[in-house]
């Protein structure tokens, strides 16, 4: 059975409000979600570079997990991340985008670094890609559900459809809805930057 992408990320989404809906206090949530989502990789940058967990430290971070080839929900998620960047003004300096792929076979750093560059995504977005296993192993640590569908040559992706905002120490806080406007984006994101 095909599951939409954007099933996925409501299902997601609701499950991260349950865990959070515990009565603490906001900032108590976000450290413990934290312990949840996210953890250790290794990667390839788009550059091929290898890098590791500390490339979330030092700024806030909007990870999202997708592929180039994706139709829809891929382009349109990068492309409210690149008006959510702008909205923001010179907050966006202490933010970065971060796009994992779940088609490492078609992803190469080469295809990650030409994708990235068009004009409507974040200016600045880092591509990351690996082997099957390191994909497995960053999917694994974010909950991310991924499934190729069907196979072939021209196989679709189903994967989760969530941004993950992650503090400057690489901390999970909070999931962003991709089907927000850039603005409410902006807002949520100041808010809990704001909020430290």
């Not at 829809?72 to 300096?93: E, I, N, Q």
């Not at 390191?134 to 991310?144: E, G």
């Not at 499934?147 to 905002?165: C, E, F, I, Q, R």
């Amino acid at each position: 059975m095909k599951i939409s992408v954007r099933c996925v990320a409501t299902a997601l989404l609701i499950g991260l409000a349950i865990l959070g809906a515990t009565g603490c206090s906001p900032r108590s949530t976000a450290n413990a979600r934290g312990a949840d989502i996210g953890g250790p990789f290794r990667l390839t940058d788009m550059n091929g570079r290898r890098v590791d967990e500390h490339l979330l430290h030092g700024k806030w971070s909007a990870v999202f997990f997708g592929y180039t080839y994706c139709p829809d929900v891929c382009p349109t998620t990068l492309t409210m991340l690149g008006g959510t960047m702008a909205r923001l003004g010179d907050k966006s300096k202490q933010i970065q985008v971060v796009f994992i792929t779940i088609d490492p076979a078609r992803d190469t750093p080469k295809q990650l670094k030409q994708y990235l560059a068009a004009g409507s995504f974040p200016k600045g977005a880092i591509g990351l890609t690996g082997s099957d296993a390191d994909i497995a192993a960053v999917a694994r640590a974010y909950r991310v559900y991924y499934k190729k569908v069907p196979d072939g040559a021209t196989y679709s992706m189903d994967h989760t459809g969530v941004v993950y905002l992650m503090d400057p120490r690489g901390r999970f806080v909070e999931p962003l809805d991709p089907s927000q406007t850039p603005s409410a984006a902006a807002d949520a994101i100041a808010k809990v930057m704001a909020a430290g």
